[in-house]
Structures are given as structure tokens and as C-alpha cells.
């Protein structure tokens, strides 16, 4: 073993860890070596957006220490930022050990004599980002890895406006974070006093909130015999998806029940992801069963939403992200319009790595979008950047996730189910299929499809496999993909966009992020960007043609569908 990994090891064997954590550190060594030095060949890194991790013993896993240090980090920069009472919200999933890791921060916490609302039990993310804005509290905490597998959990902190850490806040406190170098660096316990449990209070107000989020009731009044079903996969939602859509008004609901109880095993799934098609396979099954108006699901910490859809031929399909945003956005643009509620400073947000059909749709509705990074965090500070200036309608991305009105500050799959349900009725109540709709603007705007490819390298070695994959296309990138010259590269990394005919560049005002982009001729647009919390690296295509008619739906999308297979061949993907 690497000497640094052996002394980690020691560290740990010689350091305060309580008995059970030092057997386990001899259990892998005699064992398991290799998963030894796995869990101890780096410290699991507090990212921009916190931490996210395998569970288990070492410094490179999501556990008791590794978390308790961190919040520490998190709450010395707190005080440090805000000298009178800090109050911070926590929250967690239904993850193994979320409610175990929960209680640890509130603990830290109030030993360091900062105020804590600790949510009594499992409650969706949203609903953390809304509670941290309605009690005032200067930041947040919630346990949760997500859509990752049974084996990760993880740790995403918040600021005062909701929104999870963007510049300068989120390098200050990774700076702070990275000071803790012991144990002895952190307060474990003292001053409980300053926990206090909340709940149904809290819930009561954010259920308000999103009910406050409808446009057009009245549709939901007349169709409120929709059929919905509604899976939870076996996460938060179920807290208050239901509840919520009965406050709508929706009387026929169907709850898949073989998803509805909260396990941080998920035992119906490979991966609790509404993007997977398996994940959503039971929901299908149900809503054929009973043949439903749509399908609904929400990820563990529910702050994505999946949705299915009957297609022109009766058939049952699942939209992607970029999809349902669009579908979400063109709603809140158009109904607000055509209710006579719409502002002339309305506003709306997508990433850079979104559909560009939600640009066309703003335009032609006199509505400003904006684009931002990847990462609802961005979208909370531009909703900032613009308060008192312009009004925010809905914003969005294509992992599955909405941030319908101003009140929370992060992707929240509660209101999107409601808002999507909505949607249907309304959309039903003129006679049409939500499937429908979305050919209706296909024609107006132009068949826009997408697709993504995502690669995972890994072991001590994928980062550094991703870095070289990034670095390759950075400094070689493509002539030329399925046919069509790659006109512009842009790499936000070096905020730098280059012609690549001239050699000409222009800036990028977006700050920096490692992105790179290639805009072919065409119009067709390749973007490539690691994630920040799994070793992963994610490739976004976006390819368009005309629509003349509905009847034309399936081969122009063939068509579209073999363009991408082209330009993923071309890539060596």
C-alpha cells in the first residue's frame, strides 16, 4: 500500500474513532486490501455543492466523522459571515443512515451555539430550500445522495436565500472545511437546547405555497377526474406529492404502492432515478393498467421529476428532461398570458446545456431567458441578480428538473408534479393529450431532440481519466461530426468562445466551469461536462429540423435520432 494511504490508515487507528470503526479498518486489511486504500487514497472532497459519497469507514467515504468535520468547516464560516444568531434548517432522504447523519450535523451544529430546525422526519429537498427562506435561518443542510445508488449518501448546504453555495461563499467554505484537520477540531455535542424540531407547521405553509404556484384551477375543477398515477420510488415524495395533488383538487390519484414506503435499499430498483426507464417501469405498468391521463415520479429527495405520457397511437412513452421543460415552460408562459396575469418584466432560466426550443418559445412570447451554468444553485443567483427588476416564472434543466415561482430556490418535483398535472388538465380540457401539445409545438417551433451519453470511470484512476478525455477535446477538438463543420467551440473553462474557421475568439461572461461546447453548422450542439460529484463525465447532444405536420412527428424524430447516433460515432463515444 501507498505510504500516505498506510499513514491515513494509521491515523485512524491511532486517532479518537470509536471501536467499531478500527475493527472495521482491520477487517479490510486483512481482507480487502484494495477497498482499503480506496477509502483512504484522497479525503472525500467538499465540492461546490457539498459532499456526496460511498458510505463506509475511511477519509474518502460519506460517515460520521468525514461529515461531522465538514459541518464544522461549514459552521466556523457561518459565524464568521453573519456575527449575531445563526439559524440553520436540516433536513433528510430516505437514505440508509440520512436521519443518523442529519442528527450529526444538528448536532455540530448546536454545539457551536447556532439555532437548529431539524425536520422530525424524512421531508423532500424542496421543502428544505423553502424552510431555510420561511424561518429565517442564514443556512441549511439536507442528508441525501439523490438519484445515486443504495450505496451513496451525501451532504448539500444552503445559504440564506435558499439556494445552495455559489461564489465566494462556496470557496470559503471548503477553505474552512479543509482547515478541520482532527477530530479535536470539531464541538460533537452540547447546548441540544438549541435543536427544535419542525414538521407539519412547515409543511402546511409549503403546501400553501405550491398550491399558490396554480394558474388555471378552474381546468383542474373540470377534469378533476384526471388519472394520475404517482410513483415516490421509494423516497421523500410520498410526504407530500399526495397531499398535495388532493389540494389541487385531483380526485384519481393512483399511488404505485410497491414504491410508496420510504427504503434506502430501494428494492424495486437497479437505480432510483425517474430519468431510468426501469426505475419508472411499475408506474408504466399501473398506468396502462388503468389507463391513466399520466404518470409521475419523483426521486428520493424529490427534486426530479420523470413523466409519462400516451403518445398519438395510444402507446406509453416517457418524455426526457428537456421535454418536460419544455412542456412546463411554454404552460407557465402561456397561461399567464392568456389569463392576463402575465407582466412585461417576466423572466425566465435554463442551463446552457437545456434544449434551445425554451429560448425559441420565450422569444416569440416577448419573454427574457436566461442561460446559466449547470446547477439550480445558478439559477438562485440569477433569480437574485434580477429581484426588483424582473419577475421569475419558472426555470428548469434537463436532468429532470423544474423551479416553478420565486419562494424556493431549488429544483422542487412536489410543485412540478402539480404543475404538470395541471398541465394535463388543462390541456384535456381543450381536447388534447399532453403528447399532442408537444407536436403542436414541434410544428411551431421546430422538432428539437436531444439525447445524452453518460461515461463513469471508476477507482482511483477516473478522475484523471476524465481530466485527459476533457483536456483531448479541449486542445483537438473535432473538424467535422456526422457531416457538419464545428463552427464555434466554447470552453467556459477558459470563458473563451472560438471560431473556428478564423480563429477569431469572444468572451464568455458566465463564470468558469469545465465546459466545453461545439456548435456545428447545422445548428446541431455537442456540450461536454464532468460532474462535480460522481466520476462521471456527461455528453449533451442537441440536434433540430422542421416539422411540417404531426404526421411527419415520427420520421423527421428517426431522422433526428440517427444525426445523433452519427455525431456520438464520430466522437468514439
Not at 422 to 446: C, F, I, P, T
Request: hydrophobic share 35%; charged share 25%.
Amino acid at each position: 500500500m501507498d505510504a500516505a494511504i498506510e499513514q491515513k490508515v494509521q491515523s485512524w487507528l491511532n486517532g479518537a474513532f470509536d471501536a467499531d470503526t478500527k475493527q472495521g479498518i482491520r477487517d479490510l486489511q486483512a481482507s480487502h486490501p484494495d477497498e482499503l486504500a480506496d477509502a483512504f487514497y484522497r479525503n472525500l472532497e467538499f465540492g461546490t455543492g457539498g459532499l456526496r459519497g460511498i458510505m463506509g469507514i475511511g477519509t474518502n467515504r460519506m460517515n460520521k466523522y468525514t461529515v461531522g468535520m465538514a459541518t464544522q468547516g461549514y459552521a466556523n464560516y457561518l459565524k464568521k459571515s453573519f456575527p449575531g444568531e445563526v439559524r440553520v434548517a436540516i433536513a433528510h432522504d430516505c437514505r440508509n443512515n440520512s436521519r443518523f447523519f442529519a442528527e450529526t450535523v444538528a448536532h455540530v451544529f448546536a454545539a457551536n451555539g447556532i439555532k437548529v430546525f431539524l425536520f422530525e422526519e424524512l421531508r423532500p429537498t424542496p421543502e428544505l430550500s423553502f424552510a431555510i427562506r420561511h424561518l429565517g435561518c442564514q443556512g441549511g443542510v439536507v442528508c441525501t445522495a439523490s438519484h445515486n445508488p443504495k450505496e451513496y449518501n451525501g451532504y448539500k448546504a444552503y445559504w440564506n436565500d435558499g439556494g445552495q453555495l455559489v461564489p465566494p461563499h462556496d470557496k470559503n467554505v471548503i477553505a474552512e472545511v479543509e482547515k478541520i484537520a482532527s477530530l479535536d477540531d470539531v464541538k460533537w455535542s452540547g447546548n441540544d437546547d438549541n435543536i427544535t424540531l419542525i414538521g407539519k407547521d412547515v409543511d402546511q405553509a409549503y403546501i400553501a405555497m405550491v398550491k399558490g404556484l396554480s394558474v388555471y384551477p378552474e381546468a383542474v375543477r373540470a377534469q378533476k377526474d384526471l388519472k394520475i398515477v404517482y410513483t415516490s420510488i421509494h423516497g421523500t415524495g410520498i410526504t407530500l406529492v399526495p397531499q398535495v395533488l388532493a389540494d389541487y383538487g385531483f380526485e384519481q390519484v393512483t399511488i404505485v404502492e410497491e414504491q410508496a414506503t420510504p427504503d434506502g435499499n430501494f428494492p424495486t430498483v437497479i437505480y432510483p432515478n425517474p430519468e431510468e426507464s426501469e426505475a419508472m417501469s411499475i408506474g408504466l405498468r399501473k398506468a396502462k393498467e388503468i389507463d391513466a391521463d399520466i404518470l409521475c415520479g419523483t426521486d428520493p429527495d424529490s427534486d426530479r421529476v420523470g413523466v409519462g405520457v400516451k403518445d398519438n397511437d395510444g402507446n406509453w412513452v416517457l418524455l426526457n428532461g428537456n421535454q418536460t421543460a419544455v412542456l412546463a415552460f411554454n404552460y407557465m408562459i402561456e397561461s399567464r398570458k392568456e389569463k392576463g396575469i402575465a407582466g412585461p418584466n417576466d423572466m425566465v432560466i435554463k442551463t446552457i446545456v437545456t434544449t434551445t426550443m425554451i429560448d425559441e418559445i420565450a422569444k416569440a412570447n416577448g419573454v427574457r431567458c436566461y442561460d446559466v451554468l449547470t446547477g439550480f444553485k445558478w439559477i438562485a443567483e440569477k433569480i437574485k441578480e434580477r429581484e426588483g427588476q424582473e419577475q421569475y416564472i419558472i426555470g428548469g434543466e434537463e436532468s429532470y428538473g423544474l423551479m416553478i415561482g420565486d419562494q424556493i430556490r431549488d429544483k422542487d418535483a412536489v410543485s412540478a408534479v402539480a404543475i404538470l398535472c395541471e398541465m394535463a388538465a388543462y390541456e384535456k380540457n381543450k381536447g388534447r393529450s399532453l403528447y399532442q401539445k408537444l407536436v403542436d409545438l414541434y410544428v411551431r417551433y421546430g422538432f428539437y431532440k436531444e439525447h445524452l451519453v453518460s461515461i463513469t470511470k471508476k477507482g482511483m484512476n477516473g478522475q484523471g481519466e476524465i481530466a485527459a478525455m476533457m483536456e483531448g477535446f479541449r486542445n483537438n477538438p473535432p473538424q467535422t461530426l456526422a457531416g457538419s463543420k464545428v463552427a464555434t467551440l466554447l470552453d467556459y473553462q477558459k470563458q473563451v468562445a472560438t471560431d473556428l474557421a478564423s480563429g477569431t475568439t469572444q468572451p464568455i461572461s458566465l463564470p468558469r466551469s469545465n465546459v466545453l461546447q461545439f456548435v456545428l453548422e447545422d445548428g446541431s450542439k455537442v456540450s461536454a461536462r464532468p460532474s462535480g460529484t460522481e466520476p462521471k463525465i456527461k455528453f449533451y447532444f442537441s440536434v433540430k429540423g422542421p416539422l411540417r405536420s404531426a404526421v411527419e412527428a415520427r420520421e423527421v424524430e428517426t431522422a433526428l435520432d440517427n444525426r445523433i447516433s452519427q455525431i456520438t460515432a464520430d466522437l468514439n463515444l
